[in-house]
């Protein structure tokens, strides 16, 4: 199969982006795929779940590949951290504020850097998993365009489908002449079910958005799981929240393949 690009991407925090990043990318690891998880937060929250130190990344960050005002000085090749079999991450650090704050004050192509440098190493995967700061700076923007689909967690509360209307509306501002990225559809996290969660399950369809099946529940484990360097995949294999994100996957890869068709 063509590589095929995702970002995980919300303006508001606290939705799981991270969680998801790397819970969906073990999972289609598992399945037999190799994945890429890129991450473009400067609170490097997804590089520190995949227990990735300083040591292991020789103090190496997407910073030094996407540079600031000017080209960076590492091509993506040289930060790359395989962490499992057929899962590898591209790290963040604090450094990437600074990156943040360079490419705004670039003239031309500072939409497109990442993409840029993805462009080398990308055949080498079937899957790049982009985990976006929550917020609609550069370094968003950066990950959107860098994607031919998109995922978009939210939690199920009638009062986050403005935001989503808002982000959304965002997206089709920054969609290129081929229609990138696709909305593949939002993913509800932190679902219990609670009649006021089938509420704004429900506004979200009526509004026209495609609301994926797979619900993500609440879990101490999940949270836990960061702390040991581990999806919840690998920390409780066992758990509802790991069997959910093996679903996810199942119902990702179904989709691709209905907007293949």
């Known amino acids: 199969m063509s590589p095929v690009s995702m970002c995980v991407g919300n303006h508001k925090g606290g939705v799981a982006k991270t969680t998801t990043v790397h819970a969906l990318g073990r999972a289609l690891a598992e399945r037999g795929y190799n994945v890429l998880l890129v991450d473009m937060d400067p609170q490097s929250s997804l590089s520190e779940s995949c227990g990735i130190s300083q040591e292991q990344s020789a103090g190496r960050s997407l910073a030094d590949v996407l540079g600031g005002s000017r080209a960076g000085t590492l091509a993506m090749h040289d930060i790359l951290v395989k962490i499992g079999d057929r899962l590898t991450v591209a790290p963040s650090n604090i450094d990437m504020s600074i990156t943040e704050l360079g490419l705004a004050a670039r003239l031309v192509g500072r939409d497109s850097v990442l993409t840029k440098t993805l462009a080398p190493v990308k055949g080498e995967y079937d ?135």
């Open 127 to 261: 899957f790049v998993l982009v985990d976006s700061p929550p917020s609609l700076g550069m370094l968003s923007i950066n990950a959107v365009t860098a994607s031919d689909y998109i995922i978009i967690p939210s939690q199920p509360q009638t009062v986050d489908l403005r935001g989503l209307l808002l982000y959304r509306a965002t997206l089709s501002e920054l969609r290129n002449g081929n229609g990138r990225p696709h909305e593949l559809g939002i993913l509800l996290t932190f679902w219990s079910g609670y009649t006021l969660h089938k509420a704004a399950q429900q506004a979200m369809i009526d509004a026209g958005m495609h609301v994926f099946k797979t619900h993500i529940g609440r879990s101490v484990r999940v949270a836990e799981s960061p702390e040991f360097g581990k999806s919840i995949i690998d920390y409780a294999p066992g758990n509802p929240r790991a069997q959910e994100y093996r679903a996810l996957a199942e119902e990702v890869l179904t989709c691709l393949q209905s907007a293949k068709d």
